[in-house]
């Protein structure tokens, strides 16, 4: 069947200007989570979402950061006056959500470059 | 708070040889274990896991086990092939369901 689907593959924006990236989780997956995976910080968690709530934004990084889903299914990361730090690969994972156990499987990811 | 280490890269090896990459965590309770790998120019994928105590993960040729004792979930494979070259992270599911990750392994199998 369908994976995670992530969009779009690559982004470049200029500094300062907002990015959104989408991602559509594995059909029937309630539970969400976005990552990131830079050079300098390795794979970082961002964000978890069951259903369309997020028990744990612990790992957004400032309040440029936030995150959204809808419908229990499509969920989108809005960064805001990005800045170069912000560039990296931006992963999305879904798992079934119960248990809470469950193995995440992973999109390909957003390439998010800054200039 | 919960971590993962892992053996830093690059790791290069020769086709057909043995392959060990050590993890140990750190954490509150017993988590469940995972080797996630990433080939060149592709996503995260699950390899193995493990939920408990002494489970053994299995796939492809690699296992992992779960030791409590030592909290280490080494991965290895008897014989390496080219195709096996890629980025291979531990990485342990906190209570919160979030993956927490080591720094990733590179691997380069050579024929």
């Known amino acids: 069947g369908a994976g995670v689907s992530q969009s779009p593959s690559n982004k470049v924006t200029e500094k300062g200007k907002d990015v959104e990236l989408r991602c559509d989780p594995i059909s029937g997956h309630t539970a969400l989570y976005w990552y990131r995976q830079s050079l300098g910080q390795g794979l970082e968690f961002l964000i978890y979402f069951q259903g369309n709530s997020a028990p744990d934004k612990s790992g957004l990084p400032s309040d440029r950061f936030s995150a959204e889903r809808t419908g229990g299914s499509v969920s989108t990361l809005t960064i805001q006056r990005t800045q170069q730090e912000d560039s990296a690969v931006y992963l999305c994972?879904?798992?079934?959500?119960?248990?809470?156990?469950?193995?995440?499987?992973f999109g390909p990811g957003t390439r998010l470059t800054v200039l | 708070g919960n971590s993962v280490t892992q053996m830093e890269g690059p790791v290069t090896l020769s086709e057909e040889a043995f392959l060990t990459i050590n993890c140990t965590y750190t954490?509150?309770?017993?988590?469940?274990l995972f080797w996630y790998v990433q080939y060149p120019g592709e996503g995260l994928q699950l390899l193995l896991k493990?939920?408990?105590?002494?489970d053994k993960g299995s796939n492809k040729g690699f296992e992992a086990t779960y030791r409590k004792e030592t909290t280490s979930f080494h991965l290895e494979k008897g014989s390496v092939q080219v195709s096996d070259s890629a980025v291979y992270f531990c990485?342990?599911?906190?209570?919160?369901?979030?993956?927490?990750f080591g720094q990733g392994t590179e691997l380069s199998v050579k024929p």
């Open positions: 994972a879904s798992s079934p959500g119960q248990p809470i156990t469950d193995t995440q499987y």
């Open positions: 990485a342990l599911l906190n209570q919160g369901g979030k993956l927490i």
């Open positions: 493990a939920t408990k105590a002494d």
């Open positions: 954490a509150t309770g017993y988590p469940s």
